[in-house]
């Protein structure tokens, strides 16, 4: 069933990582197979079989071709550096080559203890897989460069966080599992050999026209250069964010991957009423990962990668800080650009005028001061364009803001071209009706792990596999939470 694998990280010296086969579990069960990824792999799916899929992606059969590692990383977490951290509970089987020619990780998540387990179980409890499998394809979706979901297996086994919960594993697809706390890993051992070789294959699988063969660059350049394209893909993923009201909940050094893809869903939630200041996450006290914060955490986090190239971006240590400390610098720029393009699209404008900044946080101060779903809102605006809209009015404890705004706006939408329906048809391409809900996910969860149910999950993937599109019949996907089912905090759960 599984395509060939071709092993490019396990080639790597074996300071790299640990071998390590997953740890069987007693009666894998498939909840879930995202059949079109498979399709996507090179998955050969003719003689598909759910058993032999559950012995597979449970780890209890490795793959023939595989061979499995845990991988070693660092990482600062909330802000404090650990210098060992490495896949405590997940295992990367290998890479295969999708349609497209790309690279892609192939990894189970929740796979047993490894060496870099530190006392913990090396399990994952079913909620935490659901909720994984659902948001990572639902930003996916949403157009939200993400790793992906391919499976989940239960496991037959019981696992113990606050109480008892069914086991699970999740296939966890990714252009690459680097992070920025790889590089972390070997520059707190001094080991520059070991951040080049990193450096070599961050170039090779996600930025590949930084390549020394395709380009004659000084390889101090390329380095540089490679720290460029981190930086302007972390400000792209980010604005992206920011323009769906999600909320990481914990981008520590280990969860921000090179390849500017989202990864890791802990505690993630997307935000309902409109608040910058929104934290979900029960561990963040600080609220280090607010929403607001994204963006600096993101820069914070290049910085600590821009650390680890130093050696590699000139001979003169001073050189080296200053090169790196412009590119953290533009970082600044580059993020205000990208969230204005974002949040342009959001309000239908295709053209640039200088006062677009402004329009787009007056908006946003009217949605504060409403408290108004931050989704809903920005999607009943197309409603809008011409006239009242009693629709999104309602989405406002108080609409004083909103109806000063709405004329500004509507005088600026007077100078874009192309007239007022295709401006309407152009925000809800952009502008998402469903998106996965937190008390939703939370049903979904409670439904999968109490009773074995996993129709709301089914329900749920089918509604976000669509999010842009209006679905008859499923308006109750798209509504905020009632009033008590409100979710205010997430746990990891991990
Ligand atoms: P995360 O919170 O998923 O980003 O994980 C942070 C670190 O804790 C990583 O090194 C994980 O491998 C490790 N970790 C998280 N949960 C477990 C678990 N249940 N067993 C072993 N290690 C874990
Ligand atoms: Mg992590």
């Known amino acids: 069933m599984f395509p060939e694998f071709t092993l490019r990280y396990a080639r790597l010296p074996e300071r790299f ?12 069960q498939l909840v879930a197979f995202n059949r079109a990824l498979a399709e996507e792999l090179g998955f050969d799916l003719a003689a598909f079989d759910a058993d032999r899929a559950a012995e597979s992606f449970s780890g209890n059969v490795v793959p023939p071709g595989a061979e499995p ?6 990482g600062h977490q909330f802000g404090h550096f650990n210098p060992r951290l490495g896949d405590g509970r997940a295992v990367l089987l290998g890479e295969v080559t999708d349609r497209q020619g790309r690279l892609r990780d192939i990894q189970l998540k929740g796979a047993g203890m490894t060496p870099f387990s530190r006392g913990a179980d090396g399990r994952a409890p079913l909620g935490p897989v659901l909720r994984e499998y659902l948001v990572s394809e639902a930003m996916h979706r949403l157009g939200v460069p993400t790793t992906r979901a391919l499976a989940a ?31 972390q890993y070997f520059a707190a051992r001094d080991d520059r050999e070991a951040v080049k070789a990193l450096a070599d294959m961050a170039i090779e699988r996600h930025y590949p026209h930084l390549h020394p063969e395709l380009n004659q660059r000084e390889e101090a350049e390329r380095y540089l250069a490679l720290l460029e394209a981190v930086s302007q893909r972390q400000a792209a993923l980010v604005a992206k964010w920011m323009g769906l009201g999600f909320i990481h909940g914990v981008m520590n050094t280990d969860n921000c991957a090179i390849s500017g893809e989202t990864i890791d869903y802990g505690p993630c939630a997307f935000m309902e009423a409109y608040s910058p200041t929104m934290v979900f996450s029960s561990i963040d006290d600080q609220g280090r990962y607010a929403y607001r914060n994204q963006p600096w955490l993101a820069q914070w986090n290049l910085a600590r990668l821009a650390e680890t190239l130093l050696p590699l971006l000139d001979a003169d240590q001073q050189q080296a800080i200053e090169k790196a400390t412009a590119v953290i610098k533009a970082f600044e720029p580059r993020y205000e650009a990208e969230w204005l393009e ?14 677009d900044r402004e329009l787009v946080e007056a908006l946003l101060a009217a949605l504060e001061a409403g408290k108004a779903d931050f989704t809903l809102a920005f999607r009943r605006l197309s409603e809008a364009v011409e006239e009242e809209a009693p629709a999104l009015r309602e ?6 803001a909103l109806q000063a705004w709405l004329p500004r706006w509507r005088e600026r939408l007077a100078r874009e071209g192309g007239g007022l329906e295709a401006i309407a048809t152009r925000m809800n391409a952009v502008n998402p009706l469903y998106i996965p809900r937190n008390h939703q996910v939370e049903r979904m969860i409670a439904a999968a792990s109490e009773h074995d149910d996993f129709a709301p999950f089914e329900a749920l ?10 679905q008859p019949g499923r308006e109750a996907y798209a509504q905020p939470a009632p009033p008590t089912e409100k979710v205010f905090r997430t746990f990891c759960g991990t």
């Open 69 to 74: 590692v845990a991988q070693a990383y660092a």
């Open 395 to 400: 989405l406002f404890v108080s609409d004083e």
């Open 17 to 28: 990582f640990e071998r390590f086969d997953p740890v069987p579990v007693v009666r894998p």
């Open 153 to 183: 297996v239960t496991s037959g086994e019981r696992v113990f966080r606050r109480v008892p919960e069914p086991g699970a594993v999740l296939t966890r697809v990714a252009s690459s599992h680097l992070r920025v706390g790889t590089f």
């Open 342 to 355: 974002v949040f342009r699209a959001k309000l239908g404008l295709a053209t640039e005028e200088a006062g």
């Open 461 to 470: 993937a089918e509604v976000l596999a669509e999010p842009f599109t209006e």
